[in-house]
């Protein structure tokens, strides 16, 4: 690594051309993607891949969409950037991002800035952030959602990283995130370290939650309501123009509608029933298990995943235990059963955000994040995979109390789950009756019920533990740890 610090002048030596703001290697289509977005925001920016091929493809199709720098080495890409430079590397999270880092250090000077805007591990972002630090270099996580068309025409943003990086990259990623309604750029600085990849992360297992509730409504919807999937595409449509209002309903109703060219069956029917995940969703539940946050929504819907792939098992358990053709289907009134399964998938909806909103507010306590969840509820706004209308509704309930015990008894949504408990029991007790598996709207229902009882069964799981184990427990009616000794004459000894 370079050690000087002076400020290099702004034109290359050779062309004196002059030197691009920002840098982005990996031009895999999220890369590229985004790099357009920010040569179309004014900025120059150099480029680079490790096949050089795809960055010959950027300049030929899109070159004259802003101010590239192509760069055919490393060192020349790094050499292109002003200093300090700020470098985002967009390629796959693990050993390649790693990779890209070792390649890049020998070239880089005291101060400068490493942007990793992949789906990383937020504790892989933590490692990476301290040993650049040894070396004088700032590192920062970034959480980038909204897919292809985000990355092009404005994403939602979370970044991570120190407050002085923040100085010099919040800037350019303002310039280039979607702008919510009032006009206010969805990017922002969610906290230091690993906050950004944390914070994107708990996005995604939302984002799994939300494709869950979605998938359980259409199958419910489908196989009891007796709706084909063109119906459901309008039920969904129709449902999008309410409070449920987002982009994955109103994907939803899209992808239901579409016909398969070759079939002419549903699109939804001729695509296989396993879905597959990279690992964002399996990294939220494992960080929650470890936070001791129940995001039972997100694992739901993770197992979900996992259980729609195990397809020998499923076959086994067909066979083993086929449907009655003589069972009678639970009869519902369609059109009853459509605002039922509405209200199911709102509230335990705001279940899942709940639960992700607190395993966020548990990662900042644990990591020392100052994390506003309010902002980051706004910058979820536009752009993201999970943009919704009622987001808004986050925003105002954090911004009334930032430390809220949990927003299901926010004014708001205090309101939305009452007005839906009894259409979400119907539900959930349909799905149980018919057969349809609905975990995450069960689950969720069972969360609710669970926070709302005066009493839980925990206390026979504590006395059991203390029966097997002399685990110890509380008392109801006086402070202190106790144990009973159950195999002897069952007297109570007050511990230590
Ligand atoms: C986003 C998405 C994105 C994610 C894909 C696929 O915010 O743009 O969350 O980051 O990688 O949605 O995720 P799975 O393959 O795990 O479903």
Redesign the pocket.
């Known amino acids: 690594m370079s050690t000087s610090s002076s400020t290099e002048p702004t034109t290359g030596p050779t062309t004196g051309r002059a030197k691009a703001t920002i840098g982005l290697t990996g031009l895999a289509v999220m890369g590229s993607n985004l790099a357009r977005n920010i040569a179309r925001h004014g900025h120059t920016i150099a480029v680079h891949n490790r096949t050089q091929a795809k960055t010959d493809a950027l300049i030929e199709e899109h070159g004259d969409e802003g101010d590239f720098i192509p760069a055919s080495s490393v060192k020349e890409f790094v050499e292109s950037i002003e200093r300090p430079r700020v470098i985002m590397i967009m390629v796959k999270a693990g050993a390649p991002t790693d990779a890209v880092i070792e390649e890049l250090v020998p070239y880089l000077d005291k101060g400068d800035i490493i942007v990793d805007g992949g789906?990383a591990h937020f504790t892989d972002t933590i490692r990476r952030t301290e040993e650049l630090a040894e070396k004088g270099i700032e590192f920062v996580g970034t959480?980038?959602?909204?897919?292809e068309e985000?990355a092009l025409n404005g994403?939602?943003i979370m970044v991570g990283g120190s407050d002085q990086a923040y100085e010099r990259v919040g800037p350019i990623m303002e310039s280039i995130a979607a702008r919510a309604g009032d006009g206010e750029a969805c990017s922002a600085h969610v906290g230091t370290g690993g906050a950004g990849h944390f914070v994107?992360m708990v996005?995604?297992g939302i984002?799994?939650a939300d494709?869950q509730l979605i998938a359980e409504s259409y199958d419910l919807l489908r196989s009891v309501g007796g709706l084909e999937p063109a119906q459901i595409a309008d039920v969904f449509a129709e449902w999008n123009t309410g409070e449920l209002e987002s982009f994955l309903i109103e994907m939803t109703a899209d992808v239901l509608k579409h016909v398969d060219a070759d079939t002419g069956k549903p699109f939804v029917d001729v695509v296989k029933d396993a879905?597959?995940?990279?690992?964002?969703?399996r990294w939220t539940v494992q960080s929650a298990l470890d936070l001791g946050v129940p995001v039972t929504g997100i694992a739901e819907a993770t197992f979900a995943?996992s259980l729609s792939g195990h397809t020998d098992q499923r076959k086994a358990v067909r066979e083993a235990f086929p449907t009655d053709p003589d069972a009678k289907p639970v009869s519902v009134d369609p059109e009853v059963f459509v605002d039922q399964v509405r209200d199911a998938l709102y509230a335990s909806k705001v279940v899942a955000y709940a639960q992700g909103f607190d395993q966020i507010a548990a990662g900042a306590d644990e990591h020392g994040w100052q994390i506003d969840l309010g902002e980051v509820a706004k910058i979820w706004r536009a752009g993201?995979?999970?943009r919704a209308r009622f987001l808004n509704r986050i925003t105002e309930a954090y911004a009334a109390d930032p430390h809220l015990t949990t927003l299901l008894t926010t004014p708001f949504f205090a309101d939305a789950v009452k007005q839906s408990v009894p259409a979400w029991r119907e539900v959930v007790a349909t799905s149980a009756l018919s057969g349809v598996p609905a975990p995450a709207f069960a689950s969720s229902l069972a969360y609710f019920d669970a926070l709302r009882r005066d009493r839980l069964p925990a206390a026979l799981i504590q006395a059991l533990r203390d029966n097997f184990g002399a685990h110890t427990y509380e008392r109801v009616d006086r402070p202190g740890t106790f144990h009973t000794r159950w195999s002897g004459d069952r007297s109570e000894s007050e511990q230590g």
């Open positions: 789906n959480g980038v959602s909204g897919g985000g994403p939602s994107k996005h995604n984002e799994y494709m879905a597959e995940q990279k690992g964002t969703g995943r993201c995979i999970i």
